[in-house]
C-alpha cells in the first residue's frame, strides 16, 4: 500500500479520482463527445447527400411530367402531321413517276455516242488549229521577209549615190540586184 501521508496533493488527488472513477468517466466523456462530433459531420454529410438526391429526384419527376406531356401531345397530333405529310405528297406521286419513266426512258448508248462523236469533232478542230498555227507561223515569216526586202529596195531606190548603195555593179546589164525587187504578193 503507497505511503499516504508522504505524498503530495498531486498524487493524492490522481489515486482519489482513481478510486472514484473519474479519470475513468473523463476517458468515457472524451471517446463520446468524439464520437458525437464523428456523427454530426456524417450527419451534415448524409444531409447534404439527401438533398442533393432529392434535387434530382425533383428533376426527374418533373423531366417525367415534361415527357408525359409532350408524349400526349404528340400522340394527338400524330394523326394531323400525317394527313398533311401525306396532303402535301399527294400531288407529287405523278410527278415523280413521269420523272422515273423519263429518266428510264433516256439511251444511255446513244447519249454516249454522241459524246464521242464530239469528243471527235474536237480532235479535228484540234488537228486545224495546228495546221493554222503552221499556216500563221509561215505568213508571219514571209511578211518579216518582205518588210526586210521592201526596206532594202527602197534605201536602193533612194540612194543618191549609186555606188554608196553598191547599185552601179548591175547598171551595165540594165537589171536590178535581187535584194532591191519587191516580191509579187507585196504589190
Excluded at 22 to 30: D, F, K, P, Q, T
Excluded at 81 to 86: K, M, N, S, Y
Excluded at 105 to 128: M, Y
Aim: charged share 30%; with cysteine; glycine share 4%.
Amino acid at each position: 500500500m503507497p505511503d499516504l501521508p508522504a505524498m503530495t496533493d498531486k498524487n493524492l488527488k490522481v489515486i482519489i479520482e482513481e478510486a472514484s472513477g473519474a479519470s475513468l468517466l473523463e476517458n468515457v466523456y472524451r471517446h463520446a463527445a468524439k464520437a458525437l462530433n464523428d456523427a454530426e459531420k456524417e450527419l451534415v454529410t448524409r444531409k447534404a447527400t439527401a438533398s442533393a438526391a432529392q434535387s434530382q429526384l425533383d428533376f426527374i419527376r418533373s423531366q417525367l411530367v415534361n415527357a408525359t406531356v409532350q408524349l400526349s401531345s404528340c400522340e394527338t397530333n400524330k394523326g394531323v402531321r400525317e394527313a398533311d405529310i401525306r396532303a402535301s405528297v399527294t400531288p407529287l406521286l405523278p410527278v415523280i413517276k413521269k420523272l422515273k419513266e423519263d429518266v428510264d426512258a433516256i439511251d444511255k448508248a446513244a447519249i454516249e455516242a454522241k459524246i464521242a462523236d464530239c469528243d471527235s469533232k474536237i480532235g479535228l478542230v484540234a488537228e486545224e488549229q495546228k495546221g493554222l498555227t503552221a499556216l500563221d507561223k509561215t505568213a508571219r515569216r514571209c511578211q518579216g521577209l518582205s518588210w526586210h526586202v521592201s526596206e532594202r529596195g527602197r534605201d536602193a531606190l533612194q540612194c543618191a549615190h549609186p555606188r554608196e548603195c553598191g547599185a552601179g555593179r548591175y547598171r551595165s546589164s540594165g537589171r536590178l540586184p535581187l535584194h532591191v525587187l519587191r516580191p509579187s504578193f507585196d504589190r
